[in-house]
């Protein structure tokens, strides 16, 4: 059976900061991995895929991820969050049925 | 490109009654998924169809759920009947057939069942 844990409900940073966002997951096989963002009343929109190939992914709005195998791990990244980066983001892994399965989102908080 | 449409925005309905959502996925795309997203339960798939036909309904949670999708460019899931606990927010997804093909995503349907 495949999973993703997302184990950071919330965060908050500061305008200007570095993000982190931590996704864990759990799948037999090679993972097809996503991220995606979702502002409020919106529906979702992807920010980066990693396939297969070099394990650091570059996305849009400046995101990156970086695929590590031995952790089981696809965290997102942003160098400086700028305040409309404030929305929920969701890892997801893609099984070979083509079927996501999502984690349960991390909300972005960015203050002043 | 028009992206994947859903109508209505929002549905606010009194339990008992018959919802019916509906989707128009990106044309030429031979996938369309059906969501559903609470704070409870996150986001969960209940239904996909390959080239029309229903492949996987096993996230459909009971029979009062039901998901057609007679043409390409159309899809419609029906509730009967509604229920409080099916309100949530409903999404709509359509791929491309192929190993790296992404699920492009409606704005989703609020519904709120009374």
């Known amino acids: 059976a495949q999973s993703v844990t997302q184990p950071d409900i919330h965060i908050t940073v500061s305008e200007g900061a570095s993000l982190e966002l931590r996704c864990n997951y759990s799948?037999?096989?090679?993972?097809?991995l996503f991220w995606y963002v979702q502002s409020p009343g919106q529906g979702l929109q992807l920010l980066l895929k990693?396939?297969?190939?070099?394990?650091l992914v570059q996305g849009i709005k400046g995101f990156e991820a970086e695929f590590k195998r031995s952790q089981s791990s696809f965290n997102l990244r942003k160098p400086s969050v700028h305040w409309s980066d404030a929305a929920e983001y969701f890892c997801?892994?893609?099984?070979?049925?083509?079927?996501?399965?999502f984690g349960a989102g991390t909300t972005v908080t960015v203050r002043a | 490109d028009a992206g994947v449409i859903q109508s209505p925005r929002h549905e606010v309905t009194e339990m008992g009654q018959e919802v019916t959502l509906r989707c128009k996925p990106i044309?030429?795309?031979?996938?369309l998924f059906w969501y559903r997203q609470t704070m409870m339960r996150g986001l969960e798939l209940l239904i996909y169809?390959?080239?029309?036909?229903?492949?996987?309904d096993s996230g459909m949670p009971e029979d009062r759920f039901s998901a057609k999708m007679p043409n390409a460019s159309f899809s419609t899931l029906k509730i009967q009947p509604s229920e409080p606990r099916d309100s949530a927010v409903y999404f709509c997804?359509?791929?491309?057939?192929?190993?790296?093909?992404?699920?492009?995503f409606g704005p989703g349907t609020r519904l709120t069942v009374l």
């Open positions: 997801a892994l893609r099984s070979n049925d083509y079927k996501l399965s």
């Open positions: 799948y037999g096989a090679t993972p097809y």
């Open positions: 169809f390959n080239n029309n036909v229903p492949i996987d």
């Open positions: 997804a359509s791929r491309l057939a192929g190993v790296l093909g992404e699920q492009f």
């Open positions: 044309s030429g795309h031979d996938y």
């Open positions: 990693y396939f297969s190939g070099d394990t």
